[in-house]
């Protein structure tokens, strides 16, 4: 029986061809491979530089490192996201703050910024990591004039969104932020089987990044701390000396998954035109629903399509979640709730703050996201929807 997984990669002949090619070459890690697929991901998405690493988790952690995050400062991160976009500064000692998010969206508005500053103004916010969540990208504008006059540092997680765009500028949208990263997980929108990207428009942080991600070593003669170490009596260059400069880690991405990375990205738009086929059918099939409708769309942008999820009023129906997701199951289609509001997870309560989070928890109430990946067919889109609309009636 034919399974609808909320999403799923999509590898055709060529990925396998570009794998297997450079699988039978001599370099399978730190080759080449991985500043070819870095230039044409910036291309892409419209940054200066971007920086692979093996996964979405391990990016979030090298921004981290790479801006110095300690126990002196306090990160704002949404409440609905994955686990790693607080972690990833809670690992660097800073204390994270969470902030409520739009409940028709479930990103992070300006009116949930400007609340969560003001309930936190003591702490002092010197951070924000905002998530473009499902796809759909935060009001980039809105949010960084904040910051400016905040004097907060803004990093996107686009985990879910590198084939959105706003007015142009692409996916990275490091014009307006420190940095970005990526997530290449088979769910998202392009797969390196894991894998990941941090992208920035500033040279000093790219190399902060090169350097977090090669265990903080230094390779360059030029750049050298203690030069007289790396020469002989005679003054010639040692060839194996290297300097370990910072405390880093390796987190490359090896050769294979950067080929894997660059023949996906040949393939984007294709993908992201077969996404938009079964999100349309979706789109009409769940529109003139009484309980059920699909996520607020923000107009004037490119939406990344990386999840549908639909809001049903379960208040109304003779059916709870759990119930519906166990009998969409017996169909083979696999729903997610995306995501438990991290205030909620043992690892984030914070039994002393005052904060509320009504917009999230309304949000994470009704969500599910639904089967949406490229090799669905029009068929497979209406016999899922005719699923959930026969469940929910
Ligand atoms: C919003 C968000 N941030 C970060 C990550 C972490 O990415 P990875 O799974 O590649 O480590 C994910 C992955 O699910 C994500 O959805």
Known sequence: M?????SKQHIDKRDVEAVVEKLKGDIITGGLTSSQFENQFSKYCGAKYSVSCSNGTAALHLVSMALNISEKDVVIVPTITFAATAH???????????????????????????????NNNHLKPTILCAVHLNGQLCDVEKISKICVEKKIKLIFDASHALA???NNYGSSLTDFAECST??????????????????????????KLIKARENGIERNSENFIEPYN???????????????QEVGLNYRLNDISCALGISQLKKI?????????????????????????PIEKIENQIHGMHLYPIFINFEKINITRSELISK??????????????????????????KQTFKNSEKYYSKCLSIPLFPSMSSKDAKYVAEKILKLIR
Request: hydrophobic residues 35%.
């Open 2 to 6: 034919k399974s609808y997984p909320y």
């Open 88 to 118: 990833a500064f809670k690992i660097c000692n800073a204390k994270i703050i969470l902030c409520d998010v739009n409940p028709n969206t479930g990103l992070v508005g300006t009116k949930e910024l400007k609340e969560c500053i003001k």
């Open 164 to 166: 959105a765009n706003v």
């Open 182 to 207: 990526f997530s290449f997980h088979p769910v998202k929108t392009i797969t390196t089987i894991e894998g990941g990207m941090v992208t920035t428009n500033k040279r000093g942080i790219y190399d």
């Open 230 to 244: 790396a020469v002989d009596i005679k003054g010639n260059i040692n060839p194996w000396y290297y300097e370990v």
């Open 269 to 293: 738009y294709k993908l992201q035109r077969k996404r938009k086929i079964i999100w349309d059918i979706y789109d009409v099939l769940f529109s003139e629903q009484e309980n059920i409708k």
């Open 328 to 353: 969409l199951r017996e169909h083979n289609i696999i729903t997610q709730v995306h995501y438990i509001p991290l205030h909620l997870h043992p690892q984030y309560i914070d039994k002393e703050s």
